[in-house]
């Protein structure tokens, strides 16, 4: 069976810290890794994917993840936290048929 | 585009009356999505269609439960009759040609079974 994991369901750390969230998934995933975030009251959108090619993956509002096929992982990171980036963050992976985390609520604090 | 669109964005009922959920994909995505997000389940896909034709449906609860998409640009979720159990935010989310597999998301419908 499929299965992607997170671990920490609650993450907390000071603004201007580095940000790391870590997704690890069953080697039946397909090859196809995402991160999304969701605001308090929204549905989610797309920080970064992985499909094929370059290992390391650049997303949107400095967010960066790197697939590592040998640990099975997709780690998402930011060198610098921000008040702004507190919210809840899925890993998910797949094809047609997304198999998602159980999510992470990262906190900045001041 | 607009993105997806998901209405009613909340909704309060009470215990066995009919509840329909619509919403309608971006303009030439032929995949659509159900999911259901509570606190102690997390995300659950319930079900998905490609080109209008329901290819899984085997996250759908019970047959409470059912879904359609009609043409390419709307579906809705019906629950009949409606539970508290069933409260949750459902969302739609739609896909392209899966290249990159990626989805997109509608803000989510809040339901309120009481």
């Known amino acids: 069976a499929q299965s992607v994991t997170q671990l920490g369901s609650h993450v907390s750390v000071s603004e201007g810290a580095l940000v790391l969230l870590r997704c690890n998934y069953s080697s039946s995933v397909p090859p196809y890794l995402f991160w999304y975030v969701q605001y308090p009251n929204q549905g989610l959108q797309l920080l970064l994917k992985?499909?094929?090619?370059?290992?390391l993956v650049k997303g949107i509002n400095g967010f960066e993840a790197e697939f590592k096929k040998s640990e099975t992982s997709f780690h998402l990171t930011k060198p610098s936290a921000h008040m702004s980036d507190a919210a809840e963050y899925f890993c998910?992976?797949?094809?047609?048929?997304?198999?998602f985390g159980t999510g992470t609520q990262l906190k900045v604090e001041l | 585009d607009a993105g997806v669109i998901q209405s009613p964005r909340h909704e309060v009922t009470e215990m066995g009356q009919e509840v329909t959920l619509r919403c309608k994909p971006i303009?030439?995505?032929?995949?659509l999505f159900w999911y259901r997000q509570t606190m102690m389940r997390g995300l659950e896909l319930l079900i998905y269609f490609n080109n209008n034709v329901p290819i899984d449906d085997s996250g759908m609860p019970e047959d409470r439960f059912s879904a359609k998409m009609p043409n390419a640009s709307f579906s809705t979720l019906k629950i009949q009759p409606s539970e508290p159990r069933d409260s949750a935010v459902y969302f739609c989310a739609s896909m392209g040609y899966p290249l990159d597999n990626e989805q997109f998301f509608g803000p989510g419908t809040r339901l309120t079974v009481l």
């Open positions: 998910a992976g797949g094809g047609n048929k997304l198999t």
């Open positions: 303009s030439g995505h032929d995949y």
């Open positions: 992985y499909t094929t090619g370059a290992t």
